[in-house]
């Protein structure tokens, strides 16, 4: 996989918004427009399936925040995004994709440093890139901290 990059949570907000705000318009081609896929399409992917249930068992057993029954990788992953305080330490999100538009493998860590405390936790999944879907069967938690 390619280097990532840590992206600022203002960058992270901007790309929840414009995803959402593009696809309210309807889709007007693939989801992901251009190949190679960017760190906001990664982004965009997460934010666009938050409803797919984690996988039980494996690598995402016990590494949940919130204490929901079944979390979904936005439950996940807001669990992290909320334990981010970036007053103090370092925090970030790292996200690629790699791959063709029809099968996509990307990575999203979210990374906190901050004197004794430091973690970082993410996904790693498989998606098309046309449909906007993350493939369930290709899902694992990535992480440790």
């Given at each position: ?33 251009t190949i190679p896929a960017?760190?906001?399409?990664a982004l965009r992917l ?100």
């Amino acid at each position: 996989m390619t280097p990532r990059r840590f992206l600022p949570m203002a960058a992270l907000l901007s790309a929840a918004t414009v995803g959402a705000a593009s696809q309210a318009d309807g889709p007007s081609g693939p989801f992901v427009a251009t190949i190679p896929a960017t760190a906001k399409d990664a982004l965009r992917l997460v934010f666009h399936n938050a409803d797919l249930p984690l996988p039980r068992g494996g690598s995402c057993e016990g590494v949940d925040t919130t204490g929901i029954e079944n979390p979904t990788i936005g439950d996940y992953l807001g669990g992290f995004l909320a334990e981010l305080r970036p007053a103090k330490g370092m925090s970030g999100v790292a996200a690629a994709c790699t791959g063709g538009l029809s099968d996509l493998s990307c990575e999203i860590t979210v990374r906190r440093e901050a004197g004794d405390e430091v973690w970082a936790w993410g996904l790693r999944f498989r998606a098309n890139g046309i449909t906007g879907t993350i493939r369930p069967e290709g899902l694992e938690c990535t992480g440790a901290g």
